[in-house]
């Protein structure tokens, strides 16, 4: 089983609305990683966590705030988003083997809306 | 520095034809992975293949096939007798093996593939 879920799949929010999308994974992989894609575009690596601490933050605005409350979960907290940040966010975890690289698993993404 | 380029933004072929999509890779890690994702319109990545950069032996599966040759740091995708179901986005993507990167995935721009009845 090679599932990662999020939710939720749709989200319209104002620039002054707090939301959080959550991500989750029961495959006991190490690394969750957040990505932004926007339309015709490759996705953007935003945040890695590896057992359950931030890793990499790739230079992304404060308004994005990630959490990993445990190895299966990871939230990313949204205030004040700005209409530009609308976007795909996709969720991936990879079992993190020591010495080597492994696959990233992808979830079905939250198709965010700024307004 | 690493990159990857897939100079084919957009291609449409009529279903069973057979379709190919180029990825080219820059690094100078010596040992690196290789990937294919396809992203239908629900959006999800769906992940496809990896090779690791000592497996040269290329792969079939079904009607997918990939051509992996370090020699001209290329790994191509090709699917056979194309179905409508296949009509994607298809991204390839490179990481690193070792090193503090945390497996950061290096995706190409991504080629669309409509398949027409």
């Known amino acids: 089983d090679t599932e990662v879920t999020q939710t939720p799949k749709h989200l319209v929010m104002g620039m002054t609305n707090k939301k959080s999308l959550k991500c989750e994974q029961h495959m006991g992989h190490r690394a969750m990683y957040w990505y932004k894609q926007k339309a015709k575009k490759p996705p953007e690596l935003m945040f890695v966590?590896?057992?359950?601490?931030?890793?990499i933050n790739e230079s992304v605005p404060s308004r994005f705030s990630p959490e990993c409350p445990n190895s299966s979960l990871l939230n990313l907290h949204l205030h004040a988003l700005q209409p530009e940040d609308s976007a795909l966010y996709l969720c991936a975890s990879r079992n993190q083997l020591a010495g080597g690289t492994d696959t990233q698993y992808f979830g079905p993404g939250t198709r965010l809306t700024v307004l | 520095a690493q990159k990857v380029t897939q100079a084919q933004t957009e291609i449409s072929v009529v279903e069973k034809e057979d379709v190919t999509l180029d990825c080219v890779y820059e690094t100078r890690d010596t040992t690196y992975y290789l990937f294919w994702y396809k992203q239908p319109p629900s959006g999800e990545l769906v992940f496809l293949i990896r090779?690791?950069?000592?497996?040269?032996q290329n792969e079939i599966s079904g009607r997918y096939s990939w051509n992996f040759q370090k020699s001209t740091s290329s790994f191509n995708f090709t699917i056979t007798a194309s179905q409508v179901v296949d009509s994607a986005v298809y991204f390839c993507?490179?990481?690193?093996?070792?090193?503090?990167?945390?497996?950061?995935?290096?995706f190409g721009q991504g080629t669309e593939l409509s398949v027409k009845p």
């Open positions: 090779r690791n950069s000592f497996d040269e």
């Open positions: 993507a490179l990481s690193e093996a070792f090193g503090n990167q945390g497996g950061k995935l290096i």
């Open positions: 966590y590896s057992y359950e601490k931030l890793s």
